[in-house]
Structure formats: C-alpha cells, structure tokens
C-alpha cells in the first residue's frame, strides 16, 4: 500500500493537534478585542452624555434659584414698602382730618406737605375758601383712625383703606359730634417719602 493512502500515524496526529487548538484560540482572542474596542467609544459616549445631563440639570438649579432669590427679595421690598406707606397714611389721616381755627396756617401747611400729585393740586385750589369757611364758623375737628389696612401694593405706590372717626365743633352745633368715614388713600414714594396722591370716599 502506497504512503499517501495510509492513515496517518499516532505521531502524526498528535503533530496535528496543536495546530488546531493554537487556531481556535486565535479566533476567540480576535473576536474578544472586537467586542473591546466596541465597549470603548460606547463608554466614552455615556460619560458624554452623563456629563452633559448633569451640567444642564445645574444650569436649570441655578435659574430656578436665582428666579426664586429675585421673587423673593421682590417680595420682601413690596411688604416694606406697604408697611411704610400704611404707617405714614395713618399719620396723614390724622393730619388731614384735624383741624383748629386758632392754627389754619400751621394746619394747611401739614397737609400740603404730605400731598402729591392730584390730591396736592386740588387741595391747593380750594385752601382759601375752605379756611374762610372754618373761620366764620370757628370750627374744630380731631381725627382718630379706627382701623387701616393695604389694598394694594407695589414698591412705589401702596392704596390704603382707613377707617376714621372724625369729632367736629362749630358755632352751629357748638356741641361735638362723631363723623365716622371710609377713605381710600394712594400713597406715592416721593424722594424717599410717602406721600398722599390721591384721597377718595368711596
């Protein structure tokens, strides 16, 4: 029987073994760094966007607070303000409401200086006449504010409804009596004080 016909002898096949083993490992090892080197930019990829996510997250925090911050110091200005301007309609109320024959000068001078505006130029106007009425009748009044609260309110200009009763005298009733009113009250921030701009009796 002829060599290329004969099988292939136990040295043979154990020649050819390794062979096939060193194959199959090569095969599996280049397989291995595909998958590798596929993992690597997918990685890098998720970083990106883990990175990107948090920074854009951050950015919006920061815009919510510094939103929030301004509303709030908004806020805080608008309530300082309404306190303000109701502490000086009281006084002005008072002022505007009080009234003494014997002192109409001093008296008209007081209220001219916490007016504005409409309120000042209409009160201007009628002065004259309204202290020659309060001289022939020698009158007198003193008011009291009940009760006061803001209707509304900005950081330049505050409307305030007072409650006041208002105790009058004259020649024609010599005796004194209770005028009770409700004013609303425009008080406007002039040179950093609060004065009256407009006065209505609803």
Known sequence: MSERGSAPTIDEAADMEPVEDESASEIESDVGS???EQEVPVRRWARVVGVSLIAAIGAVSLSMAAVFGWKLHEARAVDSAAAAALDAARQYAVTLTSVSSDALDQNFAAVLDGATGE?????????EQLKQLL???KATAQGVVIDAGVKSATTAEVQVLLFIDQTVSNTVAPDPRIDRSRVVMTMNLVDGRWLAGKVDLP
Do not use: C, E, G, H
């Open 119 to 127: 309120f000042r130029d209409m009160y201007s106007q009628s002065s």
């Open 34 to 36: 595909s998958d590798a």
């Open 135 to 137: 001289v022939d009748n």
